[in-house]
DNA sequence: TAATAATCGAGACGGTACGTCACGTCTTGGA
DNA sequence: TCCAAGACGTGACGTACCGTCTCGATTATTA
């Protein structure tokens, strides 16, 4: 389980006294949330906005939640279905990065894409959302990267010397710049075309390590 | 001249009639706005402090700009060095992109980190300042990696379709995301390999339009 | 009780449901209130000071008044002795209105005086205001009047159509005018030429209905 | 004429040098202010509607008046028909006040009614305003119920020490009360009453004088 | 069964900043 | 000297949310 909410609420020591937590209360700000969201954008998104909707009280949301962002957060790790968090294993570097990279382009361009933008740009003012976002949404997407190119090195696919944590630098840098910046659409193209390169570079890069061990021949 | 402010202020055709706009005012209100943002960081950045700091009206700012994010972008322009802005030329890709990336993640991974994020977190939530935002400072950037790789392209450098857009992409997105994220560091060794690879990248990538040139043979 | 606040404030039927408003805000909102009216002057009375002053929020205030001439109104209410809401009794007209105006022309020529011209001066702007005016701190004063002539009237110290209603105004009216127009000094001699007037126009007034009752005989 | 303006526009020895004032500035000015009174009411007057709407600078306007009141009471000042400056004559103090009081009642009651009540609201608020109030249309007024009821007092109809000053109040204060506190209409019934109760008073009043005079015998 | 304790809704509270309005003053070029 | 245009510093407006704080009521565990 993810780490989203105030300290408290994941003691392990946390006595089981009194008044549980209300599952229908903690429901409907979920749920008051991700309409808000859908229905006015997350500009309109604030605990006021949130409580009203929801039939709650501003208190109760601050007792599980720091913002509203980790609310967001919260929807959106669990709507996410189990198997996208299952790196492909299709036997070839380029159809598993596609695998990866054509449903995240595809999300972002549509559905996902403003919801995205602005738990980033949350982020960027609160370090404690960066944290929890980076660990759990971001630490997942770099982790099939990684997992990805891991298997490519092993088959011989790739120079045996690659950066994983650079290779999903490359794929995610990409399409966030994308994203973020609106310059260019986020497309099936850009998708190709993002892969197209990662895997040459991938194939072919000389690394430091590897002009070393060129050099020492 | 950058177009940053009210859409009438810099209408062409506007009459010299009326007090002039006071220069000392505008030089102060930039000057405190960045005063701010170094010593008490972006947070800390509202119309009314600026205001306050400058000895200004709260109107005053409003006159020429729409938000405190477009008087840090034109404060960031007006400090953006000339020949910052005229891409490298060295006669080989990767000093090139060398010249380009290695200022840009060493100026980030410093003092201009902080207010780069904040100016993209502010895009997210503003339509007009992102317009701004991506057609001054990004743009600008994204043309220097187009001009460098365009030219490698007529040496014979790289593969002669490789998309130069997409190319601006894969330099610039994984810095972002680096930036943004806060995953890794910005540091000499991630711009020198993400040079070597995006530099591999332009060379072997097999395009569709190569494939095809090559099926065709 | 006096119905100056928003009208949800006074509902009967309020449930007793969260915070109870706090009457240490509430004091000293209204105590500060009076004491920018007493140093600075009605011109410096607003809410911003008023919050200041008091260390409260504006919000605070806005939920509880409509504007600062409501805080003042409340407050004039709240320090009206109870027995100047008791008409006097003396067993003749003259000496009843005496009792009456001579107490209002000094309070008026000295200390209220700035405050009521200011008070009515807002109602002229607000109708909300110039409904809660009429209907307490006036229709008080007035009241009085009707009790006086009713009951000289029921003497037959006056003649027996008398309106009292005209009385109140031929009483209040001229004390206003002066207050106001500030042509003439609101004194003793004021007050006495007044009474003796307004007695002697009661006693003598020939109405349409006594001059067909005459006419009848 | 009267004295409204800045004292400099009435400087005798005013140097008439220079480019002379725009008529067609100050008529547009003063128009400009009567139709937004009538259109959007006194709270929507200000110097920079006017000013706007007479296509005028707004310095233009207070280079010739104080403020907004000041030009309303010009227009009202230029707008009175010269007869109305002249005290009815009909033979009784009855009639004579009827002339006076029933177009007043009527006037007030309708178009006039929110402007006096706008304008005496000003006066509480600006002394400069109250004195060039005070000294142009109320002393009109006033003074024209002193000559009737000189006249009368000289025709032997009232009492001879009767306070003409006094009886002013009582013919004013009544209408200044109903306009301004609006606890009952201002019309006929009301004009009739007044005036029948206020010639009452003034028959039969017993002033100290008398009472003085009636001892001495 | 009663005491204890945490949670819940409602909503008032102090606080910060917003973006706007109108004020009265000023600085231009032109009449 | 006046005029229009319009920028300027000043001050207050009324609103939006923030995160915190009482309330009385509710719902569990513990004694």
New binding site residues.
Partial sequence: MTDLANA??NSVT?????????V???R?IIQSAMTILQTDGYA????????AK???????????W???AFIVLEALLADMPAQESIAPDTGTLKSDLLELVRPTVRALSQRRGPVFKALIAEAQADARFAEAFRTSLMSAHREMVRAVVGRAKLRGEVVFDVDEELAADMIFGPILFRLLNGHAPLDETFAFGLVDTTVAAMRFVETGMRRAAEAAE
């Fill in positions: 408290e609420t946390r006595p089981r006294v009194g008044r549980p937590r209300s229908e209360s903690r409907a309109a998104l604030n605990i006021e906005a949130i409580a929801a039939g709650v009280s501003k208190q109760t949301i601050y007792r599980w720091n913002s509203a």
